[in-house]
Structure formats: C-alpha cells, structure tokens
C-alpha cells in the first residue's frame, strides 16, 4: 500500500518555503509554536467575523510569519482582500489589537501587512473553502468538485486532485470520492505542488477536503 506523505513537508527547503520564520531555544520553541497558532486563528475568526463575501470564501490562501526580539511581522496574503479597500487602516488595526491581546505581548511590536494574489482560485485553501461553501449549501459534491476544476484550469496550473471524505450526501456509510484533471505527479520532489486539508461541519458531520494542486516543475 503506498505511504502518504504531506506534499509540502515532503518539498521543504526545495520547491517549498517555510511559512513561518523564527528561532527559539528548545525549551520555549512549543511557546512560540503555540503563539503561531493562535495568531492564524486569530486572524481567520476576524475575517470570518467582518467579511461576507459571496460563496463563503474568506479568500485567505496562507498567513506568513516572521518573529525577531522585538518584532512579530505578519503578512496575510489574501485572494479577495475586501480589508484592502473598505477601511483598509482602521480594519489592521483593529486586528492588530485582537492579535495583541490574543497573545497578551507587551514588549514586542506586531506589525500586519496584507498581500493581493493574483489567480486565487489556483491556491488550495481558497479552492476548498469554495468546495466547503458549496457542500454546505447542499449542492452535489460531483457538481462542487468540477465547478473548483473548473475555476483551476481558468488560474492556469497543470492539474489538480480533489478528495472528499466522509458522509458525503448525507449517507450512513462513510466513503472517499476523488477527481482528478491533468497531471498530479507527487513523487517527483522538482514538481511544486501546493496541498491543503480542511474540514467542514454540514448537518450530516464532518466532512475533509483534501486538494493537490500541480503548480509548475523546476
């Protein structure tokens, strides 16, 4: 039977980057991993607070974060930054002030910055916050998954892999349904494959959405 490896973990420090940046002594590294955590769901309840947007996406496609002494820089990279152009000042801040006092950091600065992608549909997390929206909404998991090919072969990657697990249509006998389009090559470590997992609570339980998404080869 073949070994699953996360794509990401499996590419790091080749065609993959580290989404957080810092350095910590053994004993206070589980701390700041902890602190990472809770600044990323800090920042997903915000949004999810603030921003209707249509379909249920709230467009965040990775946060990245880099500590040093007395800075913790946070840059929200975001498919549909509706906090860009409504308030844009007002709004950081004030989820400035809900990360600090999340954390509770009196001596260090934390700084957030917001980052436009291009092509949002070609990034897993957002394709699967679409996928959850729709079966959400009761629609037919096959009609959920090829409208996000759809939208991915408009983003322009050369293959996708989306997988549902779980009681999908509401039956009493949890099964896995996957689709693939175009190539999805996962042991070639050159190929750059973005991956993500989510879960979605619908009235039936819990459903995961995993997707595998082949951006390029180097």
């Known amino acids: 039977m073949g070994q699953k490896i996360n794509p990401l973990g499996f590419r790091l420090g080749g065609t993959q980057g580290h989404h957080s940046l810092w350095f910590a002594q053994p004993k206070n590294y589980s701390e700041d991993l902890q602190e990472d955590q809770k600044i990323r769901d800090c920042i997903k309840n915000y949004v999810q607070k603030n921003m209707k947007i249509s379909s249920n996406v709230e467009g965040i496609a990775r946060i990245e974060i880099q500590k040093r002494i007395d800075l913790i820089q946070v840059i ?9 152009i409504e308030d844009r000042t007002r709004r950081i801040e004030e989820l400035q002030m809900n990360v600090q006092k999340e954390l509770n950091c009196v001596n260090r600065k934390l700084n957030i910055a917001i980052r436009r992608i291009s092509n949002p ?37 050369k293959g996708i892999q989306v997988q549902i697990a779980g009681r999908i249509d509401g039956k009493e006998i949890a099964r896995v349904e996957w689709i693939r389009e175009g190539r999805v090559p996962l042991q070639t470590i050159r190929a750059k494959i973005d991956y ?15 997707i595998w998404i082949f951006v390029d080869e180097e």
């Open 76 to 84: 929200i990279y975001m498919g549909f930054p509706k906090l860009l």
């Open 121 to 157: 549909y070609g990034h897993p997390n957002i394709l699967a916050e679409f996928i959850a929206g729709q079966l959400k909404n009761r629609v037919s998991f096959r009609k959920a998954m090829k409208k996000a090919i759809e939208l991915t072969e408009q983003a322009g990657t």
């Open 196 to 210: 993500c997992a989510y879960a979605v609570r619908t009235i039936y339980g819990v459903l995961g959405i995993k």
